[in-house]
């Protein structure tokens, strides 16, 4: 990949986004061997994609195709927004106004039950884009198991996504019911969270990556206690704990397969990117408004697990992730299990 420069273009997409009917960009044929002057074939324009991403470790794997983007140099036309919380981002996937979601791996089984149709999936995933990321953090040094929260208030993000379902299956695994033997006081944003670990001590939170980064900066007496990827593969070592995926409509890849399989191809290269070269990729983090300062970001992105996998990869780290959570709460992934064509490619 190109290396970028600081700006990074942050596109509103809003409910009145849309998709593009154009078409992708095609090859250029070569010159004509008679001699006469060949007339050049007019390239085609991008193809417009709108892409709703979260404000976090999605966002820093994204960095790099938003910013060839900005300057005009990406294969396709990328509209990438930037949102707070899930909540914000499923009725536009619901509602058909965006392209491409960044979203929780579970909400992603949420949208395909919502979006189903009798004609089959019209919401699929293509790529996982972060692996188990969570933390139990505390400003003290009180909790070495899952059994020490006990009676403990935990503040938390996440209601209705993975932190809310990893935690209460966790929980409940480790013999506590998350109803009566802990206090889970939800915030709507991770800021929230990091705010209230900063400032009262003896405070326990669940926080996802580059938070715990962030909120350690700021307290140097905030330690991770417990990484829920561990407790997870404890309690239950066939799976992988998935964290974040990459959904698309399905009427948009249909009517423009070429330019999604550009966009995989690009996305992949910008997760590759923000790992390979962490300085290069922090300030752009920064400028997305993701973490405040550069050396924050350097320090977050090994702990956030952003990765590029797809298909049939995939669709057994998901799927076994998804049965997971669907013996534990089946609501946490829509009702039931998706089916095969939830599966994009698959």
Known sequence: MKRPVLAVALVLVGLLGGCSSTASPTVTPAASSTTATATPEPTLE??????????????????????????????????????????E????????????????????????AKTKTDAGAQVQVA?????????????????RSVADLKGRTIYSTGKGA???????YLL?????????????????????????LAAEPGAIGVLPQPYVTIVKSKNPAVRTALSLSDEWAKVAPDSTMVTGVLVVRTQFV??????????????????????????????????????????????AIPACHITYIAGAEMKKSLGGYLTVL????????????PGDDFYYGG
């Not at 996937?93 to 979203?103: F, K």
């Not at 709507?188 to 990091?194: F, G, L, M, Q």
């Not at 013996?327 to 039931?336: E, H, I, Q």
Request: net charge negative; charged share 15%.
């Open 326 to 337: 669907f013996d534990a709460a089946p609501a946490s992934v829509g009702g039931s299990l």
């Open 172 to 196: 409940t695994k480790n013999g506590l019911d998350p109803a009566t033997d802990v206090d889970i006081q939800y915030k709507s944003e991770a800021t929230e969270v990091t705010a209230l």
């Open 254 to 299: 249909t009517e423009h397969p070429e330019a999604f399989a550009q966009l995989l191809t690009d996305y992949e290269a910008s997760t590759r990117f923000t790992n390979d070269h962490p300085e290069l990729a922090a300030p752009l983090i920064v400028a997305a408004g993701i973490v405040p300062a550069e050396p924050i970001a350097v320090a």
């Open 89 to 112: 981002v499923v009725p536009l996937v619901v509602q058909g106004a965006v392209d491409v979601a960044l979203v929780p791996a579970n909400l992603a089984a949420v949208l395909y």
């Open 46 to 87: 991008p193809t417009t994609i709108t892409i709703a991403s979260l404000k976090g470790p999605t966002t820093m794997g994204l960095v790099g195709l938003m910013q060839d983007a900005t300057a005009g140099t990406a294969a396709e036309d990328y509209q990438v927004t930037v949102y707070g919380t899930p909540d």
């Open 127 to 143: 790529a996982i884009n972060t692996l188990g990321m969570l933390e139990v953090v505390e400003a003290g040094d009180t909790i």
């Open 162 to 168: 993975s932190p809310e379902y990893v935690l209460d």
